[in-house]
């Protein structure tokens, strides 16, 4: 039951930090520093990246008619901007996918501890302020004013969260303001990008860890993906809103306070 309960408040946290810029791995490693789970190291590995699937989820269906070539509700036109966008996701995440697969034991090896999440979360932090407090000016503001190219650009910032605690969707959304998207596509294409990518990085830890957990093991890994699940589709909906009033300087300042708390905390305990 207690393990249970574990699984639980993880799926809380993944479900809220996967799609906020803060770092759902940053976190995920904290708190789990506090309630790990009484598994053997490979199956906790795996259910921290595996959880990520109730994420996806949340994500295929609050969005499901916009990604849905086939909706008997779109025109012929608005099938074809439909293929286009999974076309384009799919440019996006080949980058991370080719390092991710060829290197992702030794990025772990290299940079998977406390002080690294701390510095990408205040450095990764400080960089979100900045872009917020100069004035850009955006120039694709619909998914069908985005280049293929822009698209495997966004990909290639999309590497970067390989590096525990960069987040995600904060390396995504801060590349793709970067290089002109409105805040609005830059969000969505990080939630579209992170299809695919949770996709393969929960089967590539599901085929190495060789699915050999324990009928409760699994009952585990479901009941945290559900929670995500669940929490994720909260996390969405309030990230779409608060957009709309608000910059991303808030989660920068987040960022930055929780690195230092990090790093205070690890340095003395």
């Not at 795996?46 to 070539?69: D, M, R």
């Not at 966008?85 to 697969?101: D, E, H, Q, R, T």
């Amino acid at each position: 039951m207690i393990e249970i309960l574990k699984a639980v408040l993880l799926g809380i946290v993944q479900g809220i930090t996967e799609w906020l810029p803060i770092s759902s791995t940053g976190h995920m490693i904290l708190v789990d520093e506090f309630l790990s789970l009484n598994f053997s190291d490979v199956y906790v590995n795996t259910f921290l990246v595996v959880i990520q699937f109730g994420s996806i989820l949340a994500v295929l269906t609050l969005y499901f008619h916009k990604l849905n070539p086939f909706s008997p509700k779109k025109s012929l036109d608005e099938k074809k901007d439909t293929m286009s966008l999974w076309f384009k996701v799919v440019v996006a995440v080949i980058p991370s996918g080719v390092i991710g697969i060829l290197f992702e034991d030794k990025i772990d090896e290299l940079f998977y501890n406390p002080v690294v999440v701390a510095l990408a979360l205040i450095i990764y932090g400080v960089i979100m302020i900045l872009i917020e407090g100069s004035r850009r000016r955006s120039k694709v503001k619909d998914f069908s004013n985005m280049s293929y190219g822009l698209a495997f650009a966004i990909g290639v910032f999309q590497c970067l969260a390989l590096i525990p605690g960069t987040s995600r969707s904060g390396s995504t959304i801060i590349g793709a303001m970067l290089l002109g998207t409105s805040k609005f596509v830059a969000t969505e294409f990080s939630f579209f990008m992170a299809i695919p990518t949770m996709l393969g990085a929960s089967a590539l830890k599901l085929i190495k860890a060789g699915f050999g957990f324990s009928g409760f093991e699994w009952l585990v890994l479901g009941i945290g993906s559900l929670v995500a699940y669940l929490v994720s589709i909260f996390a969405i909906k309030f990230l779409m809103d608060y957009i709309r009033k608000h910059d991303f300087k808030a989660f920068g300042y987040y960022r930055i306070v929780l690195g230092f708390l990090v790093l205070a905390y690890f340095y003395i305990f």
